[in-house]
Nanobody, 125 residues
Framework: QVQLVESGGGLVQAGDSLRLSCAAS????????MAWFRQAPGKKREFVAA???????????YYADFVKGRFTISGDNAKKTIYLQMNSLKLEDTAVYYC???????????????WGQGTQVTVSS
């Protein structure tokens, strides 16, 4: 079991920036993915971005199309922490953002077993 703790959510205005963090603790694994999903009221949970460590200093990042150019995911393997830098926030970015982890990579939330409690991001006009 992996414990994930998100932080950094809040209330911002459209166009502002926010950085989310997710720290993992628990079992150790070499090749794993930590990802961000989000769920807006009345909508399905959707993939945002993922960071996959594949051993040593090699990693991969991938994004949902709707955040490319605005959001950047990064990670610190030593701290088992990922970050989501969100710039140029839009009203439609309002959602609860969840961190998830699994061995291997995936854009599907159904493939993830370990989840954080979520952090609210609210973008106002």
């Amino acid at each position: 079991q992996v414990q994930l703790v998100e932080s950094g959510g809040g209330l911002v205005q459209a166009g502002d920036s926010l950085r989310l963090s997710c720290a993992a603790s628990g079992r150790a694994f070499v090749t794993y993915t930590m990802a961000w999903f989000r769920q807006a009221p009345g909508k399905k949970r959707e993939f945002v971005a993922a960071f996959t460590w594949s051993g040593g200093s090699t990693y991969y990042t991938y994004y949902a199309d709707f955040v490319k150019g605005r959001f950047t995911i990064s990670g610190d393997n030593a701290k088992k922490t990922i970050y989501l830098q969100m710039n140029s926030l839009k009203l439609e970015d309002t959602a609860v953002y969840y961190c998830a982890a699994r061995v291997g990579g995936s854009r599907s939330d159904e493939m993830y077993d370990d989840w954080g409690q979520g952090t609210q991001v609210t973008v106002s006009s």
